[in-house]
């Protein structure tokens, strides 16, 4: 992988991986980043839509390397998409050693959600300046 950098905006999410939620070789689960980038997605999701919006879908989920116990994970989210309903939020999960100051990508998908209303039917959302319908 070519040398990134991660965004220069603030995270959705920063957190440090703690030994519950790795597997015994010290590797933190797959399934614990995807729900970190999962809320970061929802973060995201809710404000836009000024209530409340579920997961309906994740695309194109790549681990491009490990996570270790004591990392910080810091999650960027990014809403590129916006439906009638539906927002596409681009996610990007990045790892920092403890006592180092290089980043490194470690996961990333798209998510999508959907605004819902007090039924949790569908309901409308408005689409941004600049995001593509």
Known sequence: MADQSPPTKQPAIRVTTMPADANPYGDIFGGWLMSQMD???GLVASRHSHGRAVTIAVEGMKFH???AVGD?????ADLVRV???SMTIDV???RRA???EQSCLVTQAQFVFVAIDE???PRPVEAS???PA
């Open 92 to 94: 990007q999960a990045w």
């Open 98 to 100: 403890r006592h180092a």
């Open 119 to 121: 039924h949790r039917q």
């Open 65 to 67: 390397a490990p996570v």
């Open 129 to 131: 300046a600049g995001t």
């Open 83 to 85: 439906g009638r309903t």
């Open 72 to 76: 910080e994970v810091s999650v960027y």
């Open 39 to 41: 809320m970061a997605a």
